[in-house]
């Protein structure tokens, strides 16, 4: 078995601290340190993610490959479905897709880089639960990420799921 690193990450202010990382330090690092590809799974995407937005228009501007799906587009914030639709549109190699599914939800939060680092977690990608809340997280490295990635590519080829220049405009 190959080696890997584990450290938990938190939100809440009496959680932080005392040695123990923030999760929203945890996903600048990942999405920082990525060389090919970074993949994102979120049930809530709000405006408050606003650093989120940042990190990942500077990983596209360094030509790093990403593709997130998020939870029914219906149910986020309009803002956020324009913005992230509009980085589909301008960048090649950003992929949109919407979880669609009829009785269940993509309830995952989870960012994969280079299938070899990940942070998985409580949070969704909000201001609250990426500084507010109180959230745990595992920031992964290693082997554990290669199964993590081999079981998010399984639902990137699922058929609950949509990608965005696919959809069917009225």
């Not at 082997?143 to 058929?159: C, G, I, M, R, Y």
């Amino acid at each position: 078995m190959k080696s890997s690193d584990i450290r938990i990450v938190v939100t809440g202010v009496d959680w932080l601290g005392s040695g123990i990382g923030s999760i929203e330090t945890s996903l600048e690092e990942l999405i920082r340190e990525a060389k090919e590809q970074i993949d994102i799974t979120a049930y809530s995407v709000t405006s408050g993610a606003d650093l989120l937005f940042k990190w990942i228009n500077v990983a596209l501007e360094r030509g790093i490959k990403i593709r997130i799906i998020v939870n029914k587009p219906e149910s986020q914030p309009a803002i956020i479905v324009n913005k992230l639709e509009r980085l589909a549109t301008k960048y090649k190699h950003f992929a949109l897709y919407y979880f669609i599914g009829k009785r269940s939800n993509l309830h995952a939060k989870m960012i994969i880089a280079d299938r070899f680092a990940a942070v998985v977690g409580s949070s969704n990608l909000s201001k609250s639960g990426l500084l507010l809340n109180y959230e745990v997280a595992a920031y992964v490295k290693g082997e554990p990420v290669e199964q993590l990635a081999n079981t998010l590519e399984k639902l990137f080829n699922s058929k609950n799921i949509v990608k965005f220049n696919s959809l069917k405009k009225p």
